[in-house]
């Protein structure tokens, strides 16, 4: 009897004929994966997938595709949370102690802070990269998009007590910095294990058709240049400060984020495939002023659907990447993703806490953690990912004038004028739309949100002048779907 054989070696030879996921070359907002104009939604786990080996990915990947989600997040392993960060009981980004699996391997020497010995940056740990390459497969199998995000922010000395790359950490006498420097060009001999890592990173998962990259995780979190804030009329020290301020990093990280973006470029050189570079820019919103150097996906996190009407012209991807800390209750979530996807974004994640290690089905629904997540709002975000394939978004735009009067409703509009139209409405209904679409034979469906099921269906013969709509009675949100009929 032959040995199994791990799922990507499986699937090797189908892997190595599928190109990488990549813009759409008709229209840069939305993604081409095999074949097919995509867009990815999901609500998902906590990053720590791979590093955290306790955690059982296989049935995590089974539940995001059972709820028709299509993306996940995970972290290299060159980040990793203490206990207790963020206030997460049950932190899949935080292992049990000694059970962190990291790119690097092990050496003789105890004192690891999180239990085990130190790390040898000068080797690495083949127990990790088949985990890596096993989770990537099988993501792939069920039409998963995995986003590797190579560094993260360190955010608090808890946090940087168990980085690896912290001298005390490793045998390899890395350079004693503070954690601020650690993403900067002045880290010392730090930069050379950072792009080695990349470098083997890159190559590891050269071959798999369902990867992107992004440089690093929030680096405005430890290089911080206050830009911008959300509401004015607050007082100091409010004014200035989470949840309030926008923040982007600095020139010193801009210009470390480059020179990542460039190992990833110059590593894919020699290699067959080409992928995706990511950015992650801010919070909430900010007209983007510079990315780096072969970047074509620019990731917000907690954002406002500003985020993707500030920056559409930029004909990049616009991804609002992470959210949460904004309480437990699915319906804010869900309407987060509604708007910013018709607002013209290609990406929706939502952190979902509900992904715990033992419960990788997303059912550990007890307080957990600063943001939600749940089996009904992944079902939701199911119906929104159904809505966007049933139409032909990379024809369509963001329309910001089709609405001409929605009473006591706030809408976001995708359109091809004359030819099909997605509206949502947030509020409370019934309400009354009033449309600027050309005359002609139109079809109308109201769509319920949470259920996906059609709860008004109208054919329209529509002449000179607006359209007015009346909706059906709906809680909290509802979505309109208006195609050309024949006569």
């Known amino acids: ?36 104009a995509t867009v990815l939604v999901t609500s998902a786990a906590h990053y720590g997938a791979v590093l955290n080996p306790d955690f059982e990915y296989r049935k995590y990947l089974e539940t995001l595709a059972a709820d028709g989600l299509n993306y996940t997040r995970i972290f290299s392993g060159s980040y990793v949370e203490a206990p207790g960060a963020f206030g997460i009981a049950r932190n899949t980004l935080a292992p049990a102690p000694g059970r962190f699996l990291a790119p690097w ?18 080797r690495w740990d083949d127990a990790y990269f088949a985990r890596l390459k096993d989770f990537v497969a099988e993501a792939g199998r069920r039409g998963v998009v995995v986003e590797m995000t190579l560094f993260s922010s360190q955010y608090a000395e808890m946090n940087w007590a168990n980085c690896p790359l912290n001298r005390e950490n490793n045998v ?26 990349v470098r083997k990173l890159v190559r590891e998962l050269n071959g798999f058709d369902n990867v ?3 440089i690093q995780n929030e680096p405005w979190s430890d290089r911080t240049v206050t830009v911008d804030t959300i509401n004015p009329y607050l007082q100091p020290p409010a004014l200035s400060v989470y949840p309030n301020a926008v923040d982007v990093a600095d020139a010193d990280s801009v210009a470390w984020q480059a020179r990542v973006a460039s190992w990833i470029r110059a590593e ?40 993707a009407r500030l920056n559409y ?105 004359g030819e099909r139209y997605a509206v949502y409405a947030t509020g409370a209904g019934p309400g009354r739309l009033e449309l600027a679409i050309p005359a002609g034979t139109y079809a109308s469906e109201w769509i319920d949100t949470k259920t996906g099921a059609v709860i008004k269906r109208e054919r329209l013969a529509h002449g000179d002048g607006t359209l007015v709509l009346a909706s059906p009675a ?9 195609v050309r009929a024949s006569p």
């Open 1 to 36: 009897m032959s040995a199994r054989l791990p799922v990507f070696a499986l699937l090797g030879a189908v892997l190595a004929t599928a190109a990488p996921i990549q813009l759409h070359p008709e229209n840069p907002h939305y993604f081409l994966f095999r074949g097919r």
């Open 105 to 122: 391997a092990r050496s003789g020497t105890p004192g690891y802070h999180n239990g085990g010995n130190k790390f040898d940056l000068d």
């Open 172 to 197: 390899n006498a890395t350079d004693a910095i503070d954690r601020r420097q650690l993403h900067t060009l002045a880290n010392g001999n730090i930069l050379g294990h950072q792009e080695r890592l």
């Open 212 to 214: 992107l990259y992004e």
């Open 268 to 307: 894919e050189s020699a290699l067959p495939e080409r992928h995706l570079i990511a950015q992650n820019y801010c919070n909430f919103r900010y007209p983007v002023t510079e990315v780096a150097p072969g970047v074509s996906i620019i990731n917000f996190h907690y954002a406002y659907s500003e985020a």
């Open 313 to 417: 012209g930029l004909g990049k991807l616009l991804a609002y990447d992470e959210t949460g800390f904004a309480g437990r209750e699915d319906s804010f979530y869900r309407k987060q993703a509604w708007n910013f996807l018709l607002a013209g974004g290609g990406t929706f994640n939502n952190l979902d806490y509900s992904f715990t290690v033992g419960r990788e089905d997303g059912t550990d629904t007890e307080p957990n953690g600063p943001g939600g997540g749940s089996p009904a709002l992944r079902r939701q975000l199911g119906v929104l990912s159904r809505f966007l394939g049933s139409l032909d978004v990379v024809k369509m735009r963001p329309d910001p004038v089709v609405v001409v009067s929605a009473p006591g409703l706030y809408t976001q509009a995708l359109s091809l004028p």
């Open 474 to 482: 709906f809680e909290e949100d509802v979505a309109l779907r208006i």
